[in-house]
């Protein structure tokens, strides 16, 4: 092999997009960070593209990894999250859909709300590129949102 062919080939070997092959436990490990960091409030371990655009209800909520690294660490309504529960996941593709039900409130104090929520993930080479959210809410009251729970 020529010296030319093989410095392209360790290049490309090299390369951010041939730098990590992501499989579906891969794409899942990458949202389960996410789903960690709105239990948490710490976003510094979600793998994040720079440019990662977050969705919620049809309004955009992030555009940049900085924006969405804030707002999860944050935003009043992040920090109103006490848990998730009744997780459902499954990968098709590059894509990661999760369902689950999100208990927000006041820590030491009675539950404001429940929600069951969806959520899409766009997972490329490990790190997550977009992220759509549906959340179905009713404050004070067991949620019976539009799709079945598991």
């Not at 041939?18 to 990458?30: I, L, R, T």
């Not at 960070?33 to 655009?53: E, K, M, N």
């Not at 690294?69 to 848990?83: E, M």
Request: aromatic fraction near 6%.
């Amino acid at each position: 092999m020529n010296k030319t062919l093989s410095a392209a080939l360790l290049s490309l070997a090299l390369s951010p997009l041939a730098a990590h092959a992501c499989d579906n436990a891969c794409k899942v490990a990458a949202v389960e960070s996410y789903l960690t960091a709105l239990q948490t409030h710490d976003a510094s371990l979600i793998p994040l593209t720079p440019t990662v655009r977050r969705i919620e209800n049809n309004l955009i909520t992030a555009d940049t990894e900085a924006g969405l690294r804030k707002d999860l660490t944050t935003s009043a309504k992040f920090k109103l999250i006490l848990g998730l529960r009744d997780k459902q996941i499954y990968v098709a593709g590059d894509e990661v859909f999760v369902i689950y039900t999100v208990d927000a409130g006041i820590k030491n104090w009675p539950q404001l709300a429940s929600g069951r929520t969806f959520e899409r993930f766009r997972v490329v080479n490990g790190l997550i590129d977009q992220i759509e959210v549906v959340v179905y809410t009713s404050a004070g009251k067991a949620v019976q949102p539009p799709w079945p729970a598991p």
